[in-house]
């Protein structure tokens, strides 16, 4: 069965700098997709960035980059320049290719951005 | 702004009580989902439809009752609930048609359900 880690429950950044959250998996499937979903205090979710694992490039969307290992089953979020709006959970995420309708969230990182 | 709509935000019942939950989206999706969130943790999938049809039911009890009227409304029907259901129930809609499926799901606001 699949499974996602993220060993860090809470973590925290001050304004403007830099912070990794981490995140990995288990799967002995070899096309899926991986995903950082944001929940910020007014609850609605949204997705910060997809990765898909037949890509070898790192996905990247502004401030938001990843750092995707395939073969250590790693998948972590870079956030750049970190603003008070970052304050947020954090959940990565994935589903095969083949079961897209099956997203296996891991259990969040609750980040705190310090002004 | 979302894109997926859910009603009520709120919602306070009783145990006998009958209510519905309601969710709809206008992106031409053809999956929506029923998640249910308890505080701090991650989404736990509760229903899948495709194209109208349930497709996966996560073992929920029978108190909660999906229905999909068409391809942009999803309800959730409660009936005779636990305190234990009070949650934040999410729903969501992703493309789900052939080489257009990115993964995505697009969540609404949530439903936020106490059960007294």
């Known amino acids: 069965a699949q499974t996602v880690t993220q060993s860090q429950p809470e973590m925290s950044v001050q304004e403007a700098e830099t912070v990794t959250l981490s995140c990995t998996y288990d799967?002995?499937?070899?096309?899926?997709?991986l995903f950082w979903y944001k929940q910020p205090p007014s609850r609605q979710m949204i997705l910060v960035i997809r990765q898909e694992a037949y890509k070898q490039q790192n996905a990247t969307e502004n401030r938001f980059s990843v750092n995707f290992q395939k073969a250590a089953k790693s998948f972590s979020l870079k956030i750049s320049d970190s603003q008070l709006g970052d304050a947020a959970m954090y959940f990565c995420?994935?589903?095969?290719?083949?079961?897209?309708?099956?997203?296996?969230f891991g259990p969040g990182t609750s980040l705190s951005v310090i002004p | 702004d979302t894109e997926v709509t859910q009603t009520p935000k709120h919602l306070v019942m009783g145990m006998t009580n009958k209510k519905s939950l309601k969710c709809e989206q206008h992106?031409?999706?053809?999956?929506m989902y029923w998640y249910k969130q308890k505080a701090k943790k991650p989404p736990e999938l509760m229903f899948v439809?495709?194209?109208?049809?349930?497709?996966i039911n996560e073992s929920v009890p029978s108190r909660f009752s999906p229905e999909c009227p068409n391809s942009s409304l999803l309800n959730l029907h409660l009936h005779a609930l636990q305190p234990e259901d009070s949650a934040l129930y999410l729903c969501?809609?992703?493309?789900?048609?052939?080489?257009?499926?990115?993964?995505?799901?697009?969540f609404g606001e949530g439903s936020r359900l106490t059960v007294l």
């Open positions: 969501a809609s992703s493309q789900g048609v052939g080489r257009e499926i990115t993964g995505e799901l697009f």
């Open positions: 995420a994935y589903c095969r290719k083949t079961s897209y309708d099956k997203v296996i």
């Open positions: 439809y495709s194209y109208e049809k349930l497709s």
């Open positions: 992106m031409g999706h053809r999956a």
């Open positions: 799967t002995s499937e070899s096309d899926y997709y």
